[in-house]
Every structure is written in structure tokens, then in C-alpha cells.
């Protein structure tokens, strides 16, 4: 079946047939994007089509990794709230503060969404099972919508991951391998017969997010704009180790770190700030306090957020979304 999408290479543009399971560029090894035709799409689509479309992520499909006549392995994924929180706002001094609460998803993380789509496009080009490394949330994402579809799971997950998550994944059915080290050990294993998650086809689920910030902020105030932003260019030294009090903030290096050298300074600019653990874990506090259960990345966004405002990067007269990343209950051990 034809897609309306291209796969390119991020270093050296080439593209790639989408057909089957494409993995990484077949001349230069580094990762592919997705590239839709956004002028014909732009040209033809109306708001209107998205009128009794499920309020889901894959209501966006004419950008998703889905063919005209295909149906998605979908668990309700996306549609998840932005929520605004006024007495934070104040906190902060910014004109007005948003949460994208993400763990309202199935598997209680974000992860529901590249996994949602990574299936449906592995599976509609004939993968038999798959395997993926994790420090938690993608793990049991990728079980769940294992399941969804009707194949094997392996997943391979550092031994100090919370026990509710591994629980959670052999639950699913998955085939849980537990790997004394980091997500970086996991990685080099491998499990024959099964298919890697794509790294380009995770991209699809997690950027849709935007599409949905954009419709959101349209119908709560008739205009307005919240796009991602990736780390500024200058800031690429690979993490080797990273301990804190958040589980999945024990990684190791950069995965993707290709994509991160040839590919961040094409997505504008921004600014990186780092906070403590004892910062984060008050943030996370606060966010329970106002009735989002946040996890510790979430906390994370929340203390970046004063940082960046104490720095003058953020204004006071700013709308601020915090990207909420799972749910408090995951990481309860």
C-alpha cells in the first residue's frame, strides 16, 4: 500500500522505501525522519474533517503513519488534557501555566503514543513479534500494544526498574529480561525473530502531541500556538550516567544521538537548564498539590520552568506548557 510519507535520512537525506520494516539509513547508518507532503495536505485538509473523528491521536491521520484503508493498533492513546493552573502561574510569574497531564494514557506515560504507532506501522509491514531495551515506560507500552495486536513481546530493563513496571509488562504477556546495568546495556541485546520498535515511526505518536497542544489552545482561547522545541545546538554532550531519585532518570548515553548531532539545530532555537534532584522532587510536590499527579520528569519541567524565568529566558508576561511525561502511581515501589 502507498503511503503519503517519505523516510530520510537525518545526516544524508536519502530516502528510503517505506515498504516492510525500514530500520536506519541502509548508506550511513543514522536514524529516518518521516516527511509528509504538508503543502498538498495543508491545501486539501479542512478542520471540518476532523468532525466525529475519535478524540484520540491518530484523529490526526493524514500525518500518521497510516494507510488509507488501514486501521491502527490503538488503545485510546492522545486526547490527553491541558490543563491550566493558575496559583502555579502566580508562582512562577508567568501570564499563564499549562500541564499536558500525559499520564492519563494507557501505560500511564507518553509512551503510548510512539508505541501505538510504531506497532501498527511494524505490523502492517509484517512484523512477526518485537523487542525493545527500556528503563520502564516504553517497556510496558510496547507490551501493551503487543498484546493490542496479537504478537511477542521482549523487553530487556535494568534490574533497579520499579517492580509495578515489570509486573505490569509480564501482566501483558511480555518476556521480561531484567539486565544488571542501564538502558545502554539493555540496548546491546538482542533477540532473534523479533522486530526492533523504529525510532522514526515512535517519532509519529510523540510528535502528534503538537497537533493536539494546537487544537486544544484553539478551542480554549480561538488562537494560539505551543510547538516542541529540542535542546539548542550547542548543548550535545551525551549523558553517560545520570543517578537521581526518578527511576527513569538513571540512563545512560544519548540514544539517538545521531539524530540529536544532524537534526536539533533544524528545529530553531531554545534554551537547556539542568535542576537538582532535591528541585525536581519539590516540583513534583507542588504538581500533587494542585491535583496533578506528576511524575519526577514532570516536576523536572516545572523547576526547569523557574530556573529559565529566575535567568530572564521566560517573561512574565509568557504562557508556559509543562509537559507532564507519566503518572505519579508508576513509580511508587
Known sequence: MKLDFTLTCSRCERETDTAGTPSVCAECGAPLLAVYPLEKI????????????????????????LGADEEPVSLGEGGTPLLSIPALAKTAGVRELLVKEEGLNPTYSFKARGMSAAVTRAVAGGAAGFVAPS??????????????????????????????????????????????????????????????????????????????????????????????????????????????????????????????????????????????????????????????????EGGATLAALYRLRADGHIGPDDSVLCFNTGAWIKYVE
Open 42 to 65: 495543508a491545501k486539501e485538509f479542512r478542520p471540518e474533517n476532523l468532525e466525529g473523528r475519535p478524540w484520540d491521536m491518530w484523529r490526526y491521520r493524514e500525518v500518521m503513519p
Open 135 to 296: 528503563a520502564g515506560n516504553a517497556a510496558d507500552a510496547l507490551s501493551a500494544y503487543g498484546a493490542r495486536a496479537g504478537v511477542p513481546v521482549r523487553v530487556y530493563m535494568p534490574k533497579d526498574t520499579p517492580p509495578l513496571v515489570i509486573a505490569e509488562c509480564r501482566a501483558l504477556g511480555a518476556q521480561v529480561e531484567l539486565i544488571d546495568g542501564v538502558i545502554t546495556d539493555c540496548r546491546d541485546r538482542r533477540a532473534d525473530g523479533l522486530e526492533p520498535a523504529r525510532r522514526h515511526h515512535l517519532s509519529h505518536g510523540r510528535r502528534n502531541g503538537d497537533h493536539r497542544y494546537v487544537e486544544g489552545l484553539r478551542r480554549a482561547r480561538g488562537a494560539g500556538l505551543a510547538r516542541a522545541r529540542k535542546t539548542p545546538p550547542h548543548v550535545r554532550r551525551p549523558v553517560r550516567r545520570l543517578c537521581t531519585h526518578g527511576s527513569r532518570l538513571g540512563i545512560g548515553r544519548r540514544v539517538g544521538g545521531a539524530l540529536g548531532k544532524s537534526g536539533d539545530h533544524r528545529l530553531g532555537p531554545g534554551a537547556a537548564v539542568a535542576v537538582s534532584d532535591r528541585a525536581l522532587l519539590a516540583a513534583t510536590d507542588e504538581l500533587l498539590h494542585h491535583g496533578v499527579a506528576a511524575c519526577p
